[in-house]
Nanobody, 119 residues
Framework: QVQLVESGGGSVQSGGSLRLSCAASYKAFCMAWFRQAPGKEREGVAASSTIGISIYADSVKGRFTISRDNAKKTLYLQMNSLKSEDTAMYYC????????????????WGQGTQVTVSS
């Protein structure tokens, strides 16, 4: 019923850039990006609400930018100055209530797109 499809992942060297995209089947109040590296808990990266509020994890603030095209129901994550520590599976998520970096606020999830950053 509700679909989120991520794209744009890949391999890049440290200092490089990637832009992730998430195509959604509906316009959610809050959409966000999460990531999970092997052996680690899922981490909220950035979130964006329909009223223009953006939230970032401290680890990516200043390097990543979240944006959305509400008409196209597409979410983006521009990632610059990538580090090896950014290597993870990145997931798109959508929710209808609170907008935060907590995964409990999100009801729908994409399959994920892999980002690998090499030194």
């Amino acid at each position: 019923q509700v679909q989120l499809v991520e794209s744009g992942g890949g391999s890049v060297q440290s200092g490089g850039s990637l832009r992730l995209s998430c195509a959604a089947s509906y316009k959610a109040f809050c959409m966000a990006w999460f990531r999970q590296a092997p052996g680690k808990e899922r981490e909220g990266v950035a979130a964006s609400s329909t009223i223009g509020i953006s939230i970032y994890a401290d680890s990516v603030k200043g390097r990543f930018t979240i944006s959305r095209d509400n008409a196209k129901k597409t979410l983006y994550l521009q990632m610059n100055s990538l580090k090896s520590e950014d290597t993870a599976m990145y997931y798109c998520a959508a929710g209808s209530a609170s907008c935060s970096l907590s995964d409990k606020d999100y009801n729908y999830w994409g399959q994920g797109t892999q980002v690998t950053v090499s030194s």
